[in-house]
């Protein structure tokens, strides 16, 4: 038997096949082709067609509004003369919308530090602490993923009526902060309970409790994770509309709810509802690409995991 058919019978006949063959299998092949030319051309004119409503919503926005009337964005490739910045001009001066952007961030910032840190410190206590009915605490906090927003519209919004925070900015954060809070323990506790136990412990025997456990060894490991879980908080929160229009302040609303208003009685004020509209679209993608190293570390990090 010669060395080829020992292997063969020792792979069976799926490994056998590949042996004498000697045919990279599927997967080889596959990510050899990944790797062309053809494929990074494919992806790049991807990420271009992806990028080109933001691309023409900023074009837009400089362009004064008998342009904008009378042809598209891409003129601007062909006249460059007529870009201006009048229209951010405008923007500056008009306080409800510039109102509407301070408004979002108060909403924004608050409602996703809360939802990472205490989203933090209960994945770890779901993950290594022992308290009775962990497990059952735990399964809820997985239910509670599946509840749509619109079912707790009507209800909390008596509620908030009944306590006096309908139509606040702390009403809307209370809101975002808890049906933000499941899928946070969701990915959190997961995430620490992939640290290995003999580093806990290693710590634990050092001397250091459960808080200093916390903040210097789980904290540190899990950033990844917390930088991914932030920045899908902050952009949740921003681009929303729904929350924000039921229970926002109708004197001071986000910038969502103000550009809509805006829309609804100035149809044609275009001159505004670009720059505002763009300026709205461009501070998630600020937090980002800031933040994008710490959130493909926490995707590939739970990938492997």
């Given at each position: 038997?010669?060395?080829?058919?020992?292997?063969?019978?020792?792979?069976?006949?799926?490994?056998?096949?590949?042996?004498?063959?000697?045919?990279?299998?599927?997967?080889?092949?596959?990510?050899?082709?990944?790797?062309?030319?053809?494929?990074?051309?494919?992806?790049?004119?991807?990420?271009l067609f992806w990028l080109m409503p933001t691309v023409g919503l900023l074009l837009s926005s400089l362009r004064s509004p008998q342009r904008i009337g009378e042809s598209g964005w891409w003129r601007v490739f062909a006249e460059p003369a007529q870009i201006t910045f009048d229209n951010y001009g405008r923007l500056l001066s008009n306080g409800k919308v510039m109102g509407s952007l301070l408004t979002t961030a108060e909403i924004t910032v608050p409602a996703t530090v809360l939802?990472?840190?205490?989203?933090?410190?209960?994945?770890y206590a779901f993950a290594w602490m022992d308290f009775p009915g962990r497990?059952?605490?735990?399964?809820?906090?997985?239910?509670?993923?599946?509840?749509?927003?619109?079912?707790?519209?009507?209800?909390?919004?008596?509620?908030?009526?009944?306590?006096?925070?309908?139509?606040?900015?702390?009403?809307?954060?209370?809101?975002?902060?808890a049906f933000g809070l499941p899928f946070a323990v969701?990915?959190?506790?997961?995430?620490?309970?992939?640290?290995?136990?003999?580093?806990?412990?290693?710590?634990?025997?050092?001397?250091?409790?459960?808080?200093?456990?916390?903040?210097?060894?789980?904290?540190?490991?899990?950033?990844?994770?917390i930088a991914s879980l932030g920045i899908f908080q902050f952009l949740w929160v921003w681009n929303d509309m729904l929350v924000a229009l039921i229970f926002a302040d109708s004197g001071?609303?986000?910038?969502?709810?103000?550009?809509?208003?805006?829309?609804?009685?100035?149809?044609?004020?275009?001159?505004?509802?670009?720059?505002?509209?763009?300026?709205?679209?461009?501070?998630?993608?600020?937090?980002?690409?800031?933040f994008q190293r710490q959130f493909v570390s926490g995707v590939m990090a739970g990938a492997v995991k």
């Amino acid at each position: 038997m010669t060395a080829v058919e020992g292997v063969a019978r020792a792979g069976g006949g799926r490994g056998a096949g590949a042996v004498v063959r000697g045919r990279p299998s599927l997967v080889a092949r596959l990510a050899a082709r990944a790797g062309g030319g053809a494929v990074r051309v494919f992806l790049v004119l991807v990420a271009l067609f992806w990028l080109m409503p933001t691309v023409g919503l900023l074009l837009s926005s400089l362009r004064s509004p008998q342009r904008i009337g009378e042809s598209g964005w891409w003129r601007v490739f062909a006249e460059p003369a007529q870009i201006t910045f009048d229209n951010y001009g405008r923007l500056l001066s008009n306080g409800k919308v510039m109102g509407s952007l301070l408004t979002t961030a108060e909403i924004t910032v608050p409602a996703t530090v809360l939802v990472v840190v205490i989203g933090a410190l209960a994945g770890y206590a779901f993950a290594w602490m022992d308290f009775p009915g962990r497990d059952g605490w735990f399964l809820v906090v997985v239910g509670l993923l599946v509840v749509p927003v619109q079912v707790a519209l009507i209800p909390v919004a008596k509620l908030f009526g009944a306590v006096g925070l309908f139509e606040t900015t702390a009403g809307v954060v209370l809101f975002h902060t808890a049906f933000g809070l499941p899928f946070a323990v969701f990915l959190l506790r997961n995430f620490f309970a992939e640290i290995p136990r003999e580093l806990l412990e290693a710590a634990r025997l050092d001397g250091a409790g459960e808080l200093r456990l916390f903040t210097r060894v789980v904290l540190p490991l899990g950033g990844p994770a917390i930088a991914s879980l932030g920045i899908f908080q902050f952009l949740w929160v921003w681009n929303d509309m729904l929350v924000a229009l039921i229970f926002a302040d109708s004197g001071s609303p986000p910038i969502t709810v103000a550009l809509q208003q805006e829309v609804r009685q100035f149809g044609n004020n275009i001159d505004v509802l670009a720059p505002g509209a763009f300026l709205s679209m461009v501070v998630p993608l600020i937090v980002f690409f800031a933040f994008q190293r710490q959130f493909v570390s926490g995707v590939m990090a739970g990938a492997v995991k």
